[in-house]
């Protein structure tokens, strides 16, 4: 799987600036971004789970976050370094098995992942996010809807809903569950209704329906 990813990360990057890309993933991005912030004041010390490109990451600890991001195939983990040597960043890169983060227990205010947790059996994805509360006080993941078929072919990846991940959390002994979604659907009827429902309604869409791009869903592990 290691393999496929750098194939993924060097076809997106190809014809590309990294700082081009990397601004595009920020600005996807910025709902992550902002639930992460209001999850955890700064500084805070905030560990990624399967960082690829580190993007994120790098974006974070420019925040002023104490950051470490971990990757469990070597090729990614040096696609990682590269960017962050090109984006001037001192980002805390390190190897490590998704399933076994006992060395990272307890160190950090916020455990993240993006595109992850998503590619592996129902009882093993449990698991993960049961090593990741063992990290950190608040939990964080997305997970891409099934209208990530409007821009990439869906292959091994688990397509839930906004209320099915939710269960995931909880059944991985997550508490205060809430839910967020972001990303416009990149379709015409998309477009027109975007424009036509209340801004309240659409972000109930996003958040609640699973009408959106992205799914995430945030816990804690105490409290």
């Known amino acids: 799987m290691s393999e496929r990813w750098v194939d993924y990360f060097e076809a997106s990057l190809r014809g590309k600036k990294l700082l081009d890309y990397a601004v595009d993933h920020w600005t996807y991005n910025m709902q992550l971004y902002y639930q992460i912030r209001k999850h955890v004041p700064l500084p805070g010390r905030i560990l990624e789970i399967g960082c690829g490109l580190g993007l994120s990451s790098i974006y974070l600890q420019e925040c002023g976050y104490e950051v470490t991001a971990v990757d469990k195939s070597e090729s ?50 449990v ?41 995931i959390f909880r059944d991985a002994g997550l508490r205060n569950v809430s839910l967020f979604g972001y990303g416009d659907i990149p379709s015409t009827f998309h477009s027109c209704m975007k424009y036509v429902v209340p801004f309240g309604a659409y972000r109930v869409l996003q958040n609640y329906c699973s009408y959106t791009m992205s799914i995430g869903c945030v816990g804690t592990s105490k409290g």
């Not at 490590?96 to 093993?124: P, Q, T, W």
């Open 76 to 125: 990614v983990i040096q696609m990682a370094i590269r960017s962050a040597e090109m984006l001037s960043s001192h980002l805390t890169i390190e190897p490590a098995d998704a399933l076994d983060m006992e060395k990272y227990y307890n160190g950090y205010d916020a455990c993240f992942s993006v595109g992850v947790i998503e590619h592996f059996e129902r009882d093993v994805t």
């Open 127 to 167: 698991k993960l996010l049961e090593e990741q509360k063992n990290c950190a006080r608040c939990v964080i993941a997305v997970v891409p809807s099934k209208y990530t078929a409007y821009v990439a072919e869906i292959t091994d990846e688990r397509i839930y809903t906004a209320r099915g991940l939710k269960r």
